[in-house]
Structures are given as structure tokens and as C-alpha cells.
């Protein structure tokens, strides 16, 4: 049974828990110098603006029309992310740098775990130790949540029981991505760790237009069939149910089922979340509700740990005023966000030594 620590959001349709302060202020900074370290470095000033400036004009995450183009393209990008960061698929070939930072598409990327085949295997490779083996150990950590144990039992420990594959992405503000699936590559369960800075999910039922098969949509050429499919087209859009979830620093965010295998997800490429997105979250009353809960229960020499988006201080009954200032001011403003997007890889998790005929073999 999953952690009672994570907490259901009701949805239209079910699949979504958050874990706010899934991880400490003391353990959030030091993962994110432990990433830096493992991927080179953090951007210096002037490219973080250039890939900020580039990135804010090619991905979109809250426009239908930009939902149902970038659907097809985007779960091929990030369906097999291990072969399309290597730019052996997808349409945008990365950029290798000498560290563990790859460009795609205007954001930095990379992965641990393994590579994962385009036949759905994982080919394995050791995690970070602070990632599997030391401290904090995120991926045991995740998995005694107990949200992956349907598809494990439960059994053993770290990526036995719970994610045995993490996708690392680097979102500077003004950075998103555009709204996708992951493909059939993992199971129905993703767990996402934000450092840094919080965002905004956008989670979007996918156009009926693009469900249906070519064969459903061939039609007969003429200026009548172009007005029809374009009727429909607008139609199968407009029906696009929304769900936007608000993700803090430090919160594990977990989807499951349909939510998260056959709803699209993104984030939208902006530096500041407006009061509007920030209240139609389905989760906004719950993060001030959490707030105040915590507020009543830590001292004021510890409140640190509170997982408020800009880490100011706060003294006891405070909750109340910081939500009426972010509800009648301009809003929240993102900084620098890495996200642990931690999932299980559905295939057979393969051994590179038989990979290569190597099993059963001698030195000579």
C-alpha cells in the first residue's frame, strides 16, 4: 500500500499523488550539487539566457493546437529517451558535450540507469551512488513509497522494488517542454522529484483527431472533405479535458493508470506563473492546506523544511498572508528546476555480457 505521506489529488480522472517536501532543503541542495557534479557543471549566466531566449519560442504546453501537433513528435523524443538524447532517434539530434549534459532541443538532459532498447528492454548501467547506494538514495527512497509495488510485489529494495531508470532534465525559467507521452516503454507509474524551483504540470486528454488511425481518418479529396476534418479537428480540441497540477521544490509527484499513459504532459515554456494558473491548479488548496499543517506542527528555528516555492522564512500563522500576497500580487517567478523523472522500464532487463556473446565464454 503506497505511503499514507502521499497525498491523493482529486482529478476528473484518478492517478495523481504528491509527496510535498519528499526530500529536505539540506538533502535538496545537496542532490542539485551532485547533479551539477555528475552532468559538469551548471550553464554560466550568459548561455543559460541564450538557451532560455531559444527554448521559450519552440515548445508549447497550454495551446491546444500546440498539444495536437506536438503529440506524435514529442512521445518519440521522449518515449525511448536513452536512444533519442543520443540522437540515434527522434528529429532533433542532440548536441554531446564532454560532460554528462547533453542539449536537446534547447534544455539539458541526461539519464541513469541504462539504455533502453527500441524493443522496450533495458540495457542496465550503474545509478549515481547518491542516487541507489548513498545518501539520500532517492531511488530506494521512492520505492518504499510502495507506489511501484503492484507491478514488483513489493519485494527486495531500490530498483528491485521500485524505478530502475531516471530521466534528468534541467529547466531554466522560460523553459518547458511540449506536451507528450512517454510510450510503452514503462510501466504506469511515474514518480518526479523537483529541485530548485516549482512549475506547473499541464496534463491534457489527448485529441480524439489524434487517436484515431490513419485508415479512420482517409477521406475523399475536395475542398468539402478539408472543411469537415477541419471541423473536426477544432471540435476534437475543443473536448480536451485539462487537469494542471502545481509541483513545489523538494514534492515527489506521482501519476499512474491512464492519467499518465494516455494523457499527454508538459510544462509551459514561461519565467512566470500568473495567479490565474497558480489558482486553477487541482491541487493549489491542497499545497496551502499542507503549508499550514506543517506550520502548525515545526518549530520556528526549523522552518526551513517548509516547502514554499521562493524558500522565504516564515513565522507561525504566516500561510494565510503568504497565500493572500501570491493571490493578489503578479505571481510566482520559476528559477532553475531539475527535475528525477524516476520510472520501470515494462521489458526484460537485459545483461550487456549476453548482449555481446560474451556469457560462457573463456579468455584464451
Known sequence: MPDKRLRPVATAVPGVSIWYDFVTPAEERYLVEKIDAAGGGPLNAAAAAAAAGSDATTDTADSPAGTADAAVTTQ????????????????????????????????????????????????????????????????????????Y???????????????????????????????????????????????????????????????????????ANGPSSDASAGDDRAASIAAVQKIDLFLPPRSLVVLTGALYSDWLHGIAPTGLDTVE???????????????????????????ETRGLPDASPSSAGQSTKERRMVEEGKGWERQRR???????????????????????????
Open 149 to 219: 509495488d503492484e507491478w514488483t510485489g513489493g519485494k527486495g529494495n531500490g530498483k528491485d522494488r521500485g524505478p530502475n531508470h531516471c530521466l534528468v532534465n534541467e529547466y531554466l525559467p522560460g523553459q518547458g517542454i511540449m506536451p507528450h507521452t512517454d510510450g510503452p516503454a514503462y510501466l504506469p507509474c511515474t514518480s518526479t522529484l523537483s529541485l530548485g524551483s516549482h512549475t506547473i504540470l499541464h496534463l491534457r486528454s489527448k485529441p480524439a483527431h489524434l487517436a484515431s488511425t490513419s485508415s479512420d481518418s482517409a477521406v
Open 277 to 303: 494558473s497558480l489558482v486553477a491548479c487541482a491541487n493549489w488548496d491542497d499545497w496551502w492546506r499542507y503549508q499550514a499543517e506543517t506550520e502548525a506542527d515545526t518549530p520556528a528555528s526549523t522552518e
Open 76 to 147: 518519440q523524443r521522449d518515449g525511448v529517451e536513452a536512444a533519442t538524447i543520443d540522437g540515434t532517434a527522434g528529429s532533433t539530434p542532440a548536441v554531446r558535450k564532454p560532460s554528462g549534459w547533453k542539449d536537446l532541443n534547447g534544455r539539458r538532459s541526461m539519464y541513469w540507469g541504462g539504455t533502453v532498447t527500441p524493443s522496450g528492454s533495458l540495457v542496465p548501467a550503474p545509478f549515481p551512488t547518491f542516487m541507489d547506494s548513498a545518501w539520500p538514495n532517492v531511488i530506494d527512497r521512492i520505492a518504499e513509497t510502495g507506489v
Open 338 to 364: 531539475i527535475s528525477l523523472t524516476c520510472r520501470r522500464v515494462a521489458g526484460k532487463v537485459r545483461n550487456l555480457g549476453g548482449l555481446l556473446g560474451l556469457v560462457g565464454t573463456r579468455r584464451r
